[in-house]
């Protein structure tokens, strides 16, 4: 079942913060954070795991309840090269089986 | 660095017909994906599989098919395309690399597809 995120979209102006929610139904291994810009793949920020480790991007930061099964997304004082559809994914179990959210596009306005 | 490729950036079928998609990654990674990307749906898994000649059925698995016969390699198949597969397809790797695990996916550019 494909995690829930929120919000859908969001506009900001360069240097505000924004914060991306993720939320599944199901018990999670880890989380994982990708970002997409328009016309290009996937590429991985971030991944949280059960437990507490991180592993992932230096500007951006990101929590993970494990009790809730939630997750957020933290990207303070946005750039430019912030804007694009970010996307979470759920690990339910340690299987690198990925569960992709909808996305949440960003775009960030000068 | 890894790299993922990916047969064709753009693909234009018609209906009816078998449709072959092929993906190359050159990390020596054991796990491979399938997904397919529709614009509000995110990424939704096709097929994926763990090892050479081993395939699982991801969420929406119904009109594909799939071939790993060598490790870099996994081909995504369409048996008998329809306008319903009109869609982006991504493909992606992950797995030991160079000795440790690699957490993060690799995805490859992507294959456009257009079925006429």
């Known amino acids: ?110 | 660095d890894v790299k993922v490729t990916q047969s064709s950036r753009y693909l234009v079928k018609r209906t009816g017909e078998k449709v072959f998609l092929e993906c190359v990654q050159d990390m020596d990674h054991e796990n491979m994906f399938w997904y397919r990307q529709d614009p509000g749906l995110g990424l939704r898994l096709i097929y994926f599989s763990y090892d050479v000649k081993m395939k699982e059925k991801g969420d929406i698995p119904e009109g594909y098919s799939v071939s790993r016969e060598k490790k870099e390699r996994f081909s995504l198949i369409l048996e008998s395309a329809s306008t319903n597969q009109t869609s982006m397809y991504l493909c992606a790797s992950t797995g030991l690399a160079g000795g440790s695990r690699s957490v993060e996916q690799f995805f490859g550019p992507g294959t456009r597809l257009t079925v006429l």
């Open chain 1, 1 to 110: 079942q494909q995690p829930v995120q929120s919000p859908q979209a969001v506009i900001l102006r360069e240097g505000e913060d924004a914060v991306i929610n993720c939320s599944s139904s199901k018990a999670l291994y880890s989380v994982h954070w990708y970002r997409q810009k328009h016309g290009e793949a996937p590429v991985f920020l971030m991944i949280l795991l059960k437990g507490g480790e991180q592993k992932g991007h230096e500007k951006i930061s990101a929590s993970f309840n494990e009790k809730k099964q939630q997750s957020s997304l933290y990207l303070t004082a946005s750039q430019l090269s912030y804007s694009g559809t970010y996307f979470c994914g759920t690990e339910p179990n340690r299987d690198d089986k990925i569960i992709f959210g909808k996305g949440t596009r960003l775009h960030i306005l000068p």
